[in-house]
């Protein structure tokens, strides 16, 4: 190991340990922490403070520079909150997290489909929140795509961490999607997909974000018709003022997917502009959305 690298696996280490602390303040307490690191953090990270103004800039032109901003500051804070409260995850009671963690919606519609489902869990902050919803209230497991994370340290604990309640498995998303259809068509298992990310041109299409075109994934609308799946969102939020978080098992989908998954994805991507419109300081504008372009285009960052 680089001695660049040991020292990232101690810093790494450091800050783990602080949030193994921090995990066991109250949360109202651990919550107002986050607020004030998120506030912190607006100073001292402009690079990812640019892009969420961007961000917002290009879905919400109409919106004044003020109004953008406050949902940009409100963005951090949670984000900040969500950093810290990963501490409960990781290492909270079963106990504890039971009482935070309320849940709202047909949880039970996956394992009384009669077919393949797929969840659709776009990145609003607390989607980590869901895994434990999935692995404690309904029966089916629940299988998705994992991203390495360059860090070793922190990919252990993440993953880890996803697993930790059982009744879960994760396949890398360096691997083709055969293995985690092989296991979908065991059928004790739903996927748990994350739709909504720009992982570059392979295998995604430019679909239209808040009218931007936003390279975005084909595949959800491919696998579903391929395995006759059935649609059903979730969302992940963060409850005001430390309340816990709430987890909300939508409606499931009908006729979807069709036979044009470009439309699909612009169905999907209308349907997420909606959710993000409900709350729209929970969604993750530090992701560049809109990094690649199409040909020609310059970059909008």
Request: proline residues 7%; hydrophobic residues 45%.
């Amino acid at each position: 190991m680089s001695a660049r690298a040991r020292i990232s696996a101690i810093g790494t280490q450091m800050a783990l340990g602080l949030l193994w602390l921090l995990h066991w303040l109250p949360l109202p307490l651990l919550a107002r922490l986050g607020r004030g690191l998120g506030a912190l953090l607006w100073r001292l990270v402009p690079s990812r403070r640019k892009v969420v103004l961007r961000n917002l800039e290009l879905c919400f032109p109409g919106w004044s520079p003020e109004r953008r901003e406050a949902v940009a500051r409100a963005s951090f804070k949670i984000y900040a909150r969500t950093f810290l409260e990963h501490g409960l995850l990781w290492w909270g009671s079963e106990k504890r997290l039971r009482k935070l963690i309320h849940v709202e919606g047909d949880i039970g519609f996956a394992a009384q489909a009669g077919q393949p489902v797929m969840w659709l869990v776009p990145h609003f902050m607390a989607l980590d929140f869901i895994a434990p919803a999935l692995q404690w209230w309904q029966p089916l497991t629940y299988v998705s795509i994992y991203q390495r994370q360059s860090n070793p340290v922190m990919d252990r604990i993440i993953r880890d961490g996803r697993l930790r309640f059982g009744k879960a498995e994760l396949f890398s998303r360096e691997e083709s999607a055969r293995p985690l259809m092989r296991r979908m068509r065991q059928g004790d298992a739903a996927f748990a997909n994350l739709p909504d990310m720009d992982f570059g041109p392979k295998d995604s299409a430019f679909v239209p974000f808040f009218g931007v075109e936003a390279c975005t994934l084909l595949a959800p609308s491919r696998m579903a018709r391929t395995m006759n799946m059935r649609i059903q969102p979730i969302i992940g939020e963060i409850l005001p003022g430390g309340q816990g978080y709430r987890v909300r098992f939508l409606e499931p989908w009908s006729n979807w997917p069709t036979e044009d998954a470009w439309q699909d994805t612009a169905q999907l991507n209308r349907w997420l502009e909606e959710r993000i419109l409900e709350c729209p300081e929970q969604y993750l504008w530090m992701h560049k959305r809109f990094k690649t372009r199409p040909e020609g285009e310059p970059s909008v960052y």
